[in-house]
């Protein structure tokens, strides 16, 4: 019995993992390969090996458009994590049912395809949008105010855009913690912002920690939001990746990008990761 | 004030989606301000585009191929990994949920140099390949929740009295898993009909899915018929929504991710 079921399992994992050996293996791999070799006028050049690619990369030119990915990355992410934290205590305070279509309302927009919302932002930001119509009636301000084609505009679209990745596992970690917790410190004298900072925050500070990771690479590598937003003259990352791939067809060095977007987003991931472990082991918790 | 910021937020995130839904329905050209009639003309304008028209039926054909198949592939799949529990287990769990690791950019720019590679460039069959990928971690997800959940002794009591493993599948675990194979197929099918980055690194301009094509339509210019077709997109994307909802299947996939 034992040794006819052994390749059971495999057999029926076999035909995804045959699937994404060819369809996702492959072409990370084609891509790594590719970056790995010149390009010339005549196309790929497979029969010589080099890292110039790479060696490319130290260019100015380059150093400048990932400071400005990693910037705009840093400051979404940064105003995403001060207001993930009231909004997961206000939900956790919800009954369920309107918890339920609280998280439900968060969730939609992300359904609906990046290019929609874009272009709601593109209408509600814009000179003469619905923002600055408003702020113009209102008499806020007296000429229209620029908010896009720069970097305002991508991070004003960015974070909502990538929200529920920090409220989603904040959410579900302060609706967790037993209630009791809060109770016994309040009744041991803690005023709830001592509450807050001594108890919730040390407690679920894991998952907000893995939220922003998640938050921080979706950020990075956002394309529509910060090419329709932003810009060509705000170029970020994956627009440059866009270019030289699709207009310039330059492969070995687009693949090149490509790996050193994946190396740059895993390191971050497990730098994170590491980090939100050691936080949990630090305060007695399992990780 | 906690009250405050989520109504604050709340108000940023469907802010983009209410707007392209009001502007769309603008009487003018442009979309002068305020909005105070409103008219379907540019609807009529969008459905009568044959760019977005032929668009659409690619987006809603991928999605729907792609959703079987990452469903028929996955179901397999995570049927060996719960049932049998694999040593490798954890290990095939983790290569299967790997898409999720590599962003849509990276992963297009791979997708684009290998369709060009084996000759699928501008192929409906590249395209469904990326798009299955795509969405297999999501399904994997939700459908392993979806096979814990059939209790293991039903299976026993339908081999004992004599089914073969594949007939008790067919007719005892697939029939239970039901409600949560809908659940796994209308989220792969949103998440593929929504899809932007990778479909657009990876096609040519005669295989547009729908938000690439919007995608390109908007960085030309941007007028009502845009906001019209986008405010249809937002329907399909909200009636597949509120269908997951009836089915609870947020709750399952919120508890996983």
Known sequence: MQDRRIPAPWLFAAPLILVMAIGFVWPLLQALVNSLHPNTPQGIDVTQWTFGNYKRLADPFYGEILVRTLRISFAVTAITGLLAYPVALYLARLSPRAQSLVILAYISPWLVNTVVKALGWTLLLRTNGVVNTILLQLDIVSTPLKLMLNETGVVIALIPGHFIFVLLPLWAAVSGLDPALSWAAGTLGARPSAVFWRVILPLTLPAFVAGLVINFIMNMTAFAIPMLLGGARNMVASMLAYQVNLITLDWPMGGALAVTLLALTLAIVWAGQKFAMQLAAGRGLRP | MIRAVNLIMLIVVLAPVVVVMWMSLTPTAMFVLPITQ???????????????????????????????????????????????????????????????????????????????????????????????????????????????????????????????????????????????????????????????????????????????????????????????????????SLAVVVFLNLLGGFRRLDSQG
């Not at chain 2, 140099?113 to 969405?135: D, E, K, M, P, T």
């Open chain 2, 38 to 236: 409103f008219s379907f003309r540019w609807y009529r304008e969008a459905l009568s585009y044959p760019g977005f028209v032929d668009a659409f039926f690619l987006s809603a054909e991928l999605a729907l191929f792609a959703a079987l198949i990452t469903l028929a592939l996955c179901f397999l799949a995570v049927y060996g990994i719960v049932r049998y529990r694999p040593a490798g287990a954890a290990v095939l769990r983790s290569f299967f949920t790997a898409p999720l690791l590599v962003s849509a950019v990276v992963f297009g720019i791979a997708m684009l140099q290998f369709v060009n590679r084996i000759g699928l460039y501008n192929q409906f069959s590249g395209l469904l390949l990326a798009h299955v990928v795509l969405v297999v971690p999501f399904a994997i997800r939700s459908l392993e929740a979806t096979v814990r959940a059939v209790p293991e002794e039903l299976e026993w009591a339908s081999m004992i009295l004599g089914r073969s493993r594949a007939n008790t599948l067919l007719r005892i675990t697939l029939p239970l898993c039901a409600r949560g194979l809908v659940t796994a197929f209308l989220f792969c099918f949103l998440l593929s009909f929504s899809e932007v980055t990778t479909t657009l690194f990876m096609t040519g301009p005669s295989l547009q899915t729908l938000p690439v094509r919007i995608y390109t339509y908007m960085s030309d210019r941007i007028d009502p018929t845009v906001a019209a077709v986008s405010a249809l997109v937002v329907l399909v």
